[in-house]
């Protein structure tokens, strides 16, 4: 079974920083590409970054609104992939959810698995 559990989100001021976790179910780490979106109220889901190992190979994408301040890694020794959010906006207010697919897209239909959601509010 795919379990995805998202912590670390909260309220910080904007330029602070905050480090999202994702708890990844053990197969599911080394099986599946993984994803974090997040959705402000009214608008639709926005990727964010993916990660997917192959072969000992770790590819990474970036949505155009985070590259360069959001960095996605995986953490082997909790199994969690984490995402470290720096220098935030108000803009960057809404849930972030983590997700699981069979491959590295921007795409949400991509992703099979979902996390439930942990806010992240940005105050200016």
């Known amino acids: 079974q795919v379990q995805l559990v998202e912590s670390g989100g909260g309220l910080v001021q904007a330029g602070g920083s905050l480090r999202l976790s994702c708890a990844v179910s053990?197969?599911?780490?080394?099986?599946?590409?993984l994803g974090w979106f997040r959705q402000a109220p009214g608008e639709e889901r926005e990727f964010l970054a993916g990660?997917?190992?192959?072969?000992?190979?770790?590819?990474?994408s970036y949505g155009d609104s985070v590259k360069a301040r959001f960095t996605i890694s995986k953490d082997g020794a909790t199994t969690a992939v984490v995402l470290q959010m720096n220098s935030l906006k108000p803009e960057d207010t809404a849930v972030y959810y983590c997700?699981?697919?069979?491959?590295?897209?921007?795409?949400?239909?991509?992703?099979?698995?979902w996390g439930r959601g942990t806010q992240v509010t940005v105050s200016s």
């Open positions: 997700a699981a697919g069979s491959r590295l897209t921007s795409a949400e239909a991509g992703y099979n698995y």
């Open positions: 990660l997917t190992s192959t072969g000992g190979i770790t590819c990474t």
């Open positions: 053990g197969r599911t780490f080394n099986t599946y590409t």
